[in-house]
């Protein structure tokens, strides 16, 4: 091969022709082909999304369709990455040396995407984005809108966050790697860029909006109760307490993680073994994953596999599932559940000698990280139908507040 030798040796096959800045591009636009699946399967079987996170309805059958824009959106993001990624190839030709060089390209091609996303231009979807934008701006700092407001559509961007947290931390990656002098970022990742817990801290960022949001609900669920001199057991807020719980166990699993990662660099041992490490890290990723799984299927979908036995086994509908069902057949529900559990089981690999390693490869992490937005697109599909089946057949979850008990916009206290 030509180039410098020590530049071939630290680039891999994969980062050749897929370096970081075009993998983060190809996951984002991704997302955006993703939420316009979800937009146009859901309105087929008849679930208005729109309304659910209190969108403007078109004010003319002449205008396209949410779903329609989304596409259209999705493809104008599409055509220029793919044109970048092929004259990348055809500058590079995998040439390590030319790889590193030509670092502009893919930079150029991130700062398309993010300038598509602030651009007034009306052919891009503009009220669509500029409303994602305003959630986002609302969200980041763990605000919450009111139920009348779009609160649903809140929920929804902050936990898709939390499914995009490693993508975050290599977009910090990216543009640190950028900026230094002496690095590339289209070589070799270098995770540590930055700091040894840079990017542990920005891959946290989305766990920590999300729990803010739940203890923002809590206490408007104590404050409503007060104004209303509600008394009893029911309805107290706890079901906001638990989800903000579930949030918080991503923590230890995040430090653990970099803890793993730095151990035994110049002396850091943290007064144990690795193998220690490596067990406590286990415990926190077992709790989080189970956790998180009983929460996407007893909470987030509403089904009754985890409840007592009688509700599981309730005669008005299907074994573990709920009475009103959107989706055609049974059947979809109960894979959806097994695939559910299997992505968020995916650190089950670090314990097999044969596929350990497949999470600490270039291609194998980008695996991962489409998987995760992979899950969370199918999660959309089912958390947007029980939200659909809550307001259109027994109204709001039980720790829920009604839309007149608030009359304030944004609640970011």
């Given at each position: ?190 995770r540590t860029c930055g700091g040894a817990y840079a990017v542990p801290i920005i891959i946290a960022i989305p766990s920590a909006i999300r729990l803010r949001q739940c203890l923002i609900e809590y206490l408007r669920v ?162 947007v139908e029980t939200e659909w089946v809550r307001n259109n057949n027994r109204g709001p979850a039980q720790d829920d507040i009604l839309l ?10």
């Amino acid at each position: 091969m030509d180039g410098d030798p020590a530049v071939e040796q630290e680039l891999d096959s994969f980062t050749r022709y897929f370096p970081l800045p075009y993998r983060i591009g190809i996951i984002l636009v991704f997302g955006v082909w993703a939420w316009a699946i979800n937009l146009h399967y859901l309105a087929v079987i008849k679930i208005d999304v729109p309304s659910l996170i209190r969108y403007p309805a078109r004010s003319s059958s002449a205008q396209p369709s949410h779903h329609s824009s989304t596409y259209n959106l999705a493809t104008l993001l599409t055509i220029p990455l793919a044109l970048s990624l092929l004259f990348f190839w055809s500058l590079t030709h995998g040439n390590p040396s030319l790889v590193v060089q030509w670092e502009i390209l893919p930079q150029l091609s991130l700062l398309g995407l993010f300038l598509s996303f602030i651009v007034p231009v009306r052919r891009l979807s503009k009220t669509g984005r500029f409303r994602f934008l305003s959630t986002l701006k609302r969200i980041s700092i763990g605000g919450i809108a009111e139920a009348q407001d779009g609160k649903f559509g809140d929920i929804l961007l902050a936990d898709a966050l939390t499914s995009y947290a490693r993508i975050l931390g290599e977009l910090y990656v990216s543009a640190c790697m950028f900026l230094s002098p002496g690095k590339s970022s289209t070589g070799r990742p270098d995770r540590t860029c930055g700091g040894a817990y840079a990017v542990p801290i920005i891959i946290a960022i989305p766990s920590a909006i999300r729990l803010r949001q739940c203890l923002i609900e809590y206490l408007r669920v104590r404050r409503s109760n007060q104004k209303n001199g509600f008394i009893g057991p029911a309805g107290w807020g706890g079901q906001h307490l638990a989800n903000a719980l579930k949030y918080s166990s991503a923590f230890p699993v995040i430090i653990l993680s970099a803890m793993q990662r730095n151990f035994n660099q110049h002396g850091t041992t943290y007064g144990m073994t690795e193998a220690g490490l490596f067990r406590l890290w286990l415990f926190f990723v077992i709790l989080n994953s189970g956790y998180s799984f009983y929460w996407d299927v007893a909470k987030d979908w509403d089904l009754s596999l985890f409840s007592g036995t009688v509700e599981r086994n309730n005669p008005e509908h299907p074994w573990g599932l709920r009475q009103h069902l959107y989706f055609h057949t049974d059947e979809i529900y109960y894979a959806v559940i097994a695939i559910d559990f299997v992505l968020r089981c995916t650190w089950i690999m670090k314990l097999s000698p044969h596929l350990d390693r497949f999470n600490d490869i270039e291609s194998g992490i980008f695996v991962m990280q489409l998987l995760e937005v992979l899950r969370r697109w199918i999660w959309i599909f089912f958390r947007v139908e029980t939200e659909w089946v809550r307001n259109n057949n027994r109204g709001p979850a039980q720790d829920d507040i009604l839309l007149a008990n608030f009359n304030g916009k944004i609640d970011d206290d």
